[in-house]
């Protein structure tokens, strides 16, 4: 199983919305991370697991919270987000977080905030 | 920064071949990737390069300079399939060495 999936596939939320993306892999990796990315872009690193252990966060609003429960699973929590944070925004996992291994991408959860 | 440069768009004709490079700050280098992406799909794995030279997979090679900071992709014998974007990521020690995605290369395969 090289898989990584993507719950929900589309979210539509107002600025006052709690919700929350969910990511799995089974594929034993060690790294996980979010990425955000807006059309025409790049995908740009919000944040990475390591070994169940958040290691980086690059300087991502308090807004976004991530959580990894366990080592197959990562979610994003979302709280009084803006019209600016409408995004793909891409869960992915490597066999470790040392760059050295390529990322395996999930399909993206398409969101809008209203 | 890094400054990981490709061109934005290229254009290119079924059945040709067409080279997409990607330039990059050689400072730190420590491994480039490549990946396809599909309009509203994730990015997909392609190539890994960090020794010089070519790396050929099929219809898709990949090759590396070091000295010079510079990839390509090449594709051959395009197929309207190969309509995506191409990411370049290059990977530099001394921080996280999670690897840093240029803008991409938005190719349009036409008949």
């Known amino acids: 199983d090289t898989e990584v999936t993507q719950t929900p596939k589309h979210l539509v939320m107002g600025m006052t919305n709690k919700k929350s993306l969910k990511c799995e892999q089974h594929?034993?990796?060690?790294?996980m991370y979010w990425y955000k990315q807006k059309a025409k872009k790049p995908p740009e690193l919000m944040f990475v697991?390591?070994?169940?252990?958040?290691?980086i966060n690059e300087s991502v609003p308090s807004r976004f919270s991530p959580e990894c429960p366990n080592s197959s699973l990562l979610n994003l929590h979302l709280h009084a987000l803006q019209p600016e944070d409408s995004a793909l925004y891409l869960c992915?996992?490597?066999?470790?977080?040392?760059?050295?291994?390529?990322?395996?991408f999930g399909p993206g959860t398409r969101l809008t905030v209203t | 920064g890094q400054n990981i440069d490709q061109p934005t768009e290229m254009t290119a004709t079924e059945g040709a071949i067409v080279q997409i490079n990607c330039t990059y700050q050689?400072?730190?280098?420590?491994?480039l990737f490549w990946y396809q992406q599909h309009a509203g799909e994730a990015p997909t794995f392609l190539s890994y390069?960090?020794?010089?030279g070519l790396e050929e997979k099929g219809r898709f090679s990949s090759f590396l300079s070091r000295s010079k900071g510079y990839s390509y992709l090449l594709l051959k014998e395009l197929q309207m399939k190969d309509s995506a974007s191409y990411l370049c990521?290059?990977?530099?020690?001394?921080?996280?060495?999670?690897?840093?995605f240029g803008r991409g290369t938005s190719l349009i395969v036409h008949p």
């Open positions: 050689t400072s730190g280098f420590n491994g």
């Open positions: 390069n960090v020794l010089d």
């Open positions: 594929m034993g990796h060690r790294a």
């Open positions: 990521a290059v990977r530099f020690s001394g921080g996280s060495y999670i690897p840093t």
């Open positions: 697991y390591s070994y169940e252990k958040l290691s």
């Open positions: 992915a996992s490597s066999q470790d977080d040392k760059g050295s291994y390529e990322q395996y």
